[in-house]
């Protein structure tokens, strides 16, 4: 009897396993919400219309960005921190149930919570209390996983967090009184202000939830630009191969570019650093592009790559 029961038992744990395996690897190939094949290389940005819902918050964690969608359109994209390599963002959907001003913070049962930490796993870490590291607002995601408080602008573009999304302040709470907006939810101004000021824990429900997409794309036409953002967390997807399955995909004929082409400009991007072309710019076989912060959009910043061969015109760098 016990033989039979072990058997089934250890089938059981094969099948979750294999389920996981699959899901995770459909997760991690999936498009970010700013990819052309999606938005059709058009996406209408707007202000919240009060009381229509139908949000939804995705992340593309290379990118570091995380944005409030109304319907199809996009309210407000935000820089964010995520996850260090060891303690990873999980990527996949998660669901944000709740919002929480001066939220109490329990330590998960987990490695990084030791004997020497200065709190205990559920111990119940209260708004005053400078061990509290959450800030003043947290969007619990389900398992663990919240969107809080950054630290400071550092934690913004970097891995920072034990598997949390970081964002700034004053973004949290434009992000989250959007979503009152939006939601027409049963909190006043007074009340979000009074939350402000004070330490005082203030807790509105997301009935229904607002679905959360987290995705890593890290080679995504946007806009009729090519982005490569860096493979932080060293899932092997910035090769040759899957760049030009990207182009392919988007509508792009990469004949005219060579392997070495693709490799230099796979290799621009690293540490915090983002490679990125038009698209037109890539029909010669030698882009130009420019190698920018991550967090950066091209227009803001010089362009400025280093390659083995450049040829300079102008301020472009070509690579060949």
């Not at 399955?245 to 230099?264: H, I, P, Q």
């Amino acid at each position: 009897m016990i033989k039979p029961l072990l058997f089934l038992i250890a089938i059981a744990i094969a099948s979750a396993a294999s389920a996981f395996g699959q899901s995770f690897r459909s997760d991690i190939m999936r498009d970010s919400a700013q990819s052309d094949k999606l938005t059709g290389g058009r996406i209408e940005r707007t202000a919240i219309e009060p009381g229509r819902g139908d949000l939804k918050i995705t992340i593309n964690v290379p990118a570091f960005r995380m944005t409030l969608w109304q319907g199809s359109r996009e309210i407000k994209t935000y820089p964010i921190g995520v996850g260090m390599a060891e303690w990873p963002i999980f990527i996949g959907r998660r669901e944000a149930s709740s919002i929480e001003w001066n939220p109490v913070w329990i330590p998960p049962s987990s490695d990084w919570i030791d004997a020497g930490s200065s709190v205990k796993p559920g111990e119940v870490i209260l708004p005053t209390d400078r061990r509290n590291p959450l800030g003043k607002v947290k969007v619990p995601l389900g398992y663990g996983y919240l969107i809080h408080q950054a630290k400071g602008p550092g934690d913004m573009g970097s891995l920072v967090s034990h598997g949390c999304v970081r964002v700034m302040q004053a973004d949290l709470y434009d992000l989250t009184e959007k979503i009152v907006a939006g939601r027409g939810l049963d909190v006043t101004p007074a009340q979000i202000a009074s939350a402000k000021r004070t330490k005082k824990t203030l807790v509105v429900p997301l009935e229904p939830i607002i679905p959360v997409e987290i995705t890593y794309d890290t080679l995504v036409v946007e806009s009729g630009r090519l982005h490569i953002y860096p493979d932080v967390y060293s899932h092997r997807k910035n090769t040759v191969a899957n760049l030009r399955e990207e182009l392919k995909t988007s509508g792009f004929d990469d004949s005219k570019l060579s392997d070495a082409t693709l490799k230099r400009m796979l290799a621009a991007a690293t540490g915090k650093k983002q490679f990125t072309v038009k698209i037109a710019d890539l029909e010669s076989g030698e882009p130009k592009g420019q190698v920018i912060a991550v967090l950066a959009n091209p227009s803001e910043t010089r362009p400025a790559i280093k390659a083995k061969t450049p040829i300079r015109k102008g301020k472009w760098v070509v690579i060949r």
